[in-house]
């Protein structure tokens, strides 16, 4: 299976959260926005911050999190990407989300890969990308 990877499903599974998604890790290929790296750092930041995690935790997580990130296929946020998230949408979607959902899209048309599946937890993420045709696992 082919998947693209929502910040949301990275997150709950780095953060070993009981509503992970099980089938994390089992699939053929992935492909990611580089925008999940600053999204994830960000959050990580946020906790540490929020004293949720201490510096330990933080940087235990920060190197999980960089061990699995050499494991992915990074889409670049082009001009072309920047140009689809502008694009209205079927539906309502923010626009971080837009630049995941529009990152697939590319990601889709460019390599002619139709049977991609698209992970996330976010419900309005998940309304869009079924809307634009995609296969969505991830919501509960």
Wanted: aromatic share 10%; glycine share 2%.
């Amino acid at each position: 299976m082919t998947v693209y990877l929502d910040t949301s499903v990275l997150l709950r599974w780095l953060l070993n959260s009981p509503k992970s998604y099980p089938e994390f890790q089992k699939w053929d290929s992935c492909y990611t926005s580089e925008l999940l790296y600053i999204e994830v750092s960000r959050v990580l930041n946020r906790l540490r911050l929020e004293k949720e995690i201490d510096d330990s935790e933080y940087a235990n997580l920060h190197k999980t999190f960089a061990e699995f990130y050499k494991t992915v296929f990074v889409i670049e946020i082009t001009q072309n990407i920047k140009q689809k998230s502008a694009e209205p949408f079927p539906t309502i979607i923010g626009t971080l989300d837009a630049i995941h959902l529009s990152s697939a899209l590319i990601l889709k048309e460019e390599n002619k890969k139709s049977d991609i599946t698209f992970l996330t937890h976010d419900s309005q993420l998940s309304t869009a990308a079924v809307a634009m045709g995609f296969a969505v696992a991830g919501i509960n």
